[in-house]
């Protein structure tokens, strides 16, 4: 039973290119949540995602950031006109969703840099 | 609004040593989840435990134990007979109403030989 796939692992960017990274969940999980771990520092939530809904963006970025999860197909988070201070680690975690929250299964982490 | 606070920093211990690592969270709410997620040096992130605010019977599992005292609104995690192996980043986290979680800023431990 396959965890939770992100890809790419490592992902370098120049000032003002896009970033886009790829959150698979686990097999039976329809719930995708996206974090961000700054250096030094905890993670932070960002965004949390059913198939095709966004049920709460309160930790996104005003601008610049976006996340969709398809119906088929992994989660995206998109980063546009990137800029130093977005140089992180992107953890995507899944559950199984339901009315208690399951314990959110982690991935092994997109490190982005931008240099 | 919801808050967890781990005070130490980095913790460092010899090998075989006992240690605790101390989580004290903030919330309003009657019906919340606690967790503690390993974080080791190649950097995933591993799920420890979750308990819910109903439950306040400690837990054991092997050389990990956990305390939640609701009276103090504290999660303690204790390693007994600690391991190089057990060298990592130590998250609590903090869920309410089922989605996001909460993380305190992490506890580094080093555990030497």
């Keep these: 039973n396959a965890g939770v796939m992100q890809n790419p692992r490592h ?10 990274l790829r959150c698979s969940p686990m097999k039976g999980h329809s ?12 993670l932070k939530f960002m965004v949390y995602l059913q198939k095709e809904n966004i049920i709460d963006e309160s930790g996104m970025p005003k601008e610049r950031f976006s996340a969709e999860f398809p119906k088929e197909g992994p989660s995206i988070l998109r980063i546009q006109q990137v800029v130093r201070g977005d140089s992180a680690a992107y953890f995507c975690a899944s559950s199984p969703g339901g009315g208690i929250p399951y314990e959110q299964y982690f991935g092994p982490g997109t490190r982005l840099t931008v240099t | 609004a919801q808050k967890v606070t781990q005070a130490q920093t980095e913790i460092s211990v010899v090998e075989k040593e006992d ?3 101390d989580c004290v969270y903030e ?3 009657t019906t ?3 967790f ?5 040096p190649s950097g995933e992130l591993v799920f420890l435990i979750r308990r819910n605010s109903f439950d306040e019977q400690n837990e054991i599992s092997g050389r990990y134990s956990w305390n939640f005292q ?11 007979a600690s391991q190089v192996v057990d060298s990592a980043v130590y998250f609590c986290a ?3 109403g089922g989605n996001k979680l909460v993380f305190g800023a992490g506890t580094i431990l080093r555990v030497k030989s």
């Design chain 1, 11 to 20: 992902l370098v960017r120049r000032r003002g290119q896009e970033a886009r």
């Design chain 1, 31 to 42: 719930h995708v949540y996206w974090y961000r771990q700054l250096p030094e520092e905890g």
């Design chain 2, 19 to 21: 240690v605790t690592l």
């Design chain 2, 27 to 29: 919330t309003r709410d």
């Design chain 2, 32 to 34: 919340y989840y606690l």
């Design chain 2, 36 to 40: 503690w997620y390993k974080q080791p």
């Design chain 2, 70 to 80: 609701k009276s103090t609104s504290s999660f303690n995690f204790t390693i007994t």
């Design chain 2, 94 to 96: 903090l869920s309410v």
